[in-house]
């Protein structure tokens, strides 16, 4: 029983809040690190995209108003054709240098003056970004993904940065820029980076997640073997309580047999004609025979089921019990008995061999 207690106390698990914590975090790193890059990671990559290009399509705005314009005057048809035909090869080489799609130049009301796509002269642009933002002064840029419309509706055929860049005297507005930067290429590599960075970190939390499950699975064997031996150990002590009742029990009733079965035994025997003795000494002798059998059947179970086996004759067994089954099955049912002469001895023990015949004669009743 020490033994039993002692194995249960070395496989208590102790740490299983730990791993339940570490399987919770691992829960949360496989679903919250793809909804972080997509959340943030991503949004913030292409801030910085669109910051950079920004960036970009001031200087190349800068650059071109340097030699296209002058500061001193806003942007016009007639001012930029003197111009045009001097820097074209200019202005090609800054557009090749920088990989830009499409160049633009807006009057202040809006009206394309120039563009490298000649279809587009002529056309007004009346959103409301261009004159509440970029003809306050403020650079306006947007991500334009391939096969969707720029912000002035027309279908891109890469991913673009979409700039609009003012062109400002002091705080007056005197015309703008529009640059369409191609950032196909820059956008792939992007992709590619976070694609592969979320692998990596979904494969590691799904790998810790893995270990995670699998060590409490295997915990929960532990537990679940636990539980049966504490189980086993409270059905050990309660049977070893039984135990202990049923011995002194035992005990008690062979002290008062001990005093009964012999005085029967000596009242027969100086007495052994007196049929008025024997009408009462009988069914004494046969009552104190079945505390006996009884007391023993307590005390083979007071042993731990360490039982007396004996030499028997089963003729004799079934003779013997069938005195104690008129108590047990009900009135009507007659016990008949058809046994065989001369059968051998057995090596039993005499009570559980009793409960057995009794057993298969109640349930047959």
């Not at 013997?320 to 058809?338: R, S």
Request: proline content about 2%.
């Amino acid at each position: 029983m020490k033994k039993l207690q002692e194995k249960i106390s070395e496989d208590s698990i102790l740490k299983i809040r730990i791993l339940r914590n570490i399987l919770l975090v691992s829960l949360a790193i496989v679903i919250v690190l793809p909804l972080y890059d997509i959340l943030f990671i991503y949004p913030a990559f292409t801030k910085l995209l669109i910051a950079d290009k920004k960036n970009d399509a001031i200087q190349i705005a800068r650059h071109l108003s340097s030699f296209l314009v002058s500061q001193d005057s806003e942007l016009k048809k007639n001012l930029l054709q003197v111009h045009l035909a001097e820097e074209m090869a200019q202005l090609g080489q800054v557009r090749d240098d920088f990989d830009l799609i499409k160049l633009k130049f807006f009057s202040k009301s809006g009206e394309v003056i120039f563009s490298s796509d000649p279809t587009e002269m002529g056309n007004i642009n009346n959103k409301r970004y261009f004159h509440d933002i970029v003809a306050k002064g403020e650079v306006y840029a947007e991500v334009i993904q391939k096969d969707t419309e720029s912000l002035e509706g027309q279908k891109m055929l890469a991913d673009v940065v979409e700039t609009y860049v003012p062109l400002m005297k002091d705080k007056d507005f005197m015309g703008a820029f529009e640059i369409y930067y191609d950032i196909t290429a820059r956008r792939a590599e992007l992709d590619s980076l976070l694609s592969r960075s979320s692998l990596v970190l979904f494969g590691l939390a799904f790998a810790l997640l893995s270990v995670i499950s699998i060590t409490l699975f295997r915990e929960k064997k532990i537990i679940t073997e636990r539980k049966k031996i504490q189980a086993r150990l409270r059905e050990a002590q309660k049977m070893e309580a039984i135990a202990t009742l049923a011995g002194g029990i035992a005990h008690e009733f062979n002290n008062a047999l001990c005093a009964a079965i012999p005085n029967i035994d000596l009242l027969r025997t100086k007495l052994p004609d007196n049929e008025e003795i024997n009408k009462y000494t009988n069914p004494i002798h046969t009552s104190a025979q079945r505390m006996a059998n009884l007391t023993n059947q307590l005390l083979a179970y007071a042993r731990g089921g360490k039982y007396r086996p004996q030499q028997i004759s089963l003729n004799n067994l079934v003779k013997d019990t069938l005195p104690f089954m008129k108590h047990l099955i009900k009135a009507g049912i007659v016990v008949e008995t058809d046994l065989a002469e001369n059968t051998r001895h057995v090596e039993a023990d005499l009570t559980q061999m009793q409960m057995v015949l009794l057993a298969l004669v109640v349930n047959a009743a």
